[in-house]
């Protein structure tokens, strides 16, 4: 079906320590999972995606891992830093409708 | 390459007026979408396009909001009548082929509702 959760709604973290955001979509048929920061007043912007036929992907300080059987990806953030502050939405599609479904969003506070 | 382009980027009307959004997808881009977002939430999806065919239309408020994409080109959204409730930002973004794709989002238009 049509739903994405996405968990925390807020996340407050100290310089230097780890961030992690979950999501859980529905359709089993997904396949590709992107995150994308939105920073204040500003577009989207994919930050890094995944597709199903991998487990985990890295790029840098950010890392995605994605559970096919559970149905759930998470977004991996190490040493933060005050800039990576934002809000991080996941999407998932829904292929009975072939769209894309976006999570309410993460609002991540990075405390220098 | 150049981005996806939206104007105007903010617009303020009073209730009941009519309002036109205009974007202008990356050049060979097949899909585009336009979104609503209110503020502190994600994008709700309100039309998509592959080409100048509509894929899902099934969150637009089709008694007032209206879409077209012309030539398989460029968009347009048209609000008429607005709601007060229809303030949010409204934005564009197109992907190369399909919707299990990155997606490229435009600046958006802020639109305020009076």
């Known amino acids: 079906g049509e739903n994405v959760e996405q968990h925390p709604s807020t996340l407050s973290v100290q310089e230097g320590d780890s961030a992690v955001i979950k999501c859980t979509y529905s359709?089993?048929?997904?396949?590709?999972f992107p995150w994308y920061k939105q920073e204040l007043g500003k577009r989207p912007q994919l930050i890094i995606d995944?597709?199903?036929?991998?487990g985990e992907k890295k790029d840098q300080r950010i890392a995605v891992t994605l559970n096919k059987t559970a149905k759930h990806f998470s977004l991996h953030i190490t040493e933060t830093q005050p800039e990576d502050s934002a809000v991080y939405f996941c999407a998932a599609p829904y292929t009975g409708g072939f769209k894309t479904i976006f999570g309410a969003g993460t609002r991540l506070f990075v405390k220098a | 390459e150049a981005g996806v382009a939206q104007s105007p980027r903010y617009k303020i009307i009073e209730k009941r007026q009519s309002v036109a959004f205009w974007c202008n997808p990356i050049s060979g881009h097949a899909t585009l979408y336009w979104y609503q977002q209110i503020l502190g939430q994600g994008p709700k999806l309100l039309i998509q396009?592959?080409?100048?065919?509509?894929?899902?239309d099934s969150q637009l408020p089709k008694d007032r909001f209206s879409a077209e994409r012309l030539k398989g080109v460029d968009s347009t959204l048209k609000i008429q009548p607005a709601k007060l409730e229809d303030s949010a930002v409204y934005l564009c973004a197109s992907s190369l082929a399909g919707y299990q794709e990155t997606q490229y989002f435009g600046p958006g238009t802020r639109l305020l509702v009076l």
């Open positions: 995944i597709r199903s036929n991998v």
């Open positions: 359709d089993s048929a997904s396949n590709y």
């Open positions: 396009f592959q080409n100048n065919g509509v894929v899902d």
